[in-house]
């Protein structure tokens, strides 16, 4: 019984110095919701943003779900990934967008086949070291 007091103790603090300074580095955070059979696209502005990002996408929702990462250059637009999920519940999909001179901006969509139920879908954009 000591031990796994004393596992619990350091679990939470080696997580919580992580979780504090993760919630500071967002560049972008949304929360949407996606009707049923319906597709949302979501524009992320990076002007003159020269870095590296992670795109991370989560949602509880019931399945099947799509999700497109799109470059966008001007007019171009060309895809990153994409990822469709079966789940019921617990989708994630996350991929790097590199953009290291700054001219790219980026475009998520989110897909959402279910025919009677929306989906909430949380997105994350980081900008990584």
Same mark, same amino acid.
């Given at each position: 019984?000591?031990?796994? !007091? %004393? #596992? ?16 500071? *580095?967002? &560049? ?28 991370? !996408? %989560? #949602? ?16 171009? *637009?060309? &895809? ?30 989110? #897909? ?18």
């Amino acid at each position: 019984m000591r031990h796994f !007091l %004393l #596992s619990i103790a350091l679990m939470a603090v080696l997580w919580m110095p992580g979780y504090a300074g993760a919630t500071q *580095e967002y &560049l972008y955070q949304r929360d949407v919701t996606v009707p049923a059979y319906q597709t949302l696209r979501e524009f992320f502005d990076m002007p003159n943003r020269p870095g590296n990002y992670e795109v991370t !996408l %989560l #949602s509880d929702g019931i399945g099947p779900l799509t999700f497109r990462l799109t470059r966008v250059r001007g007019e171009h *637009e060309s &895809l990153i990934g994409s990822k469709r999920s079966y789940r019921v519940g617990a989708h994630d999909f996350q991929q790097r967008f590199n953009n290291p001179a700054g001219e790219d901006d980026l475009m998520v969509e989110i #897909s959402n086949s279910n025919p009677a139920a929306t989906a909430r879908v949380t997105m994350f954009v980081v900008e990584l070291p």
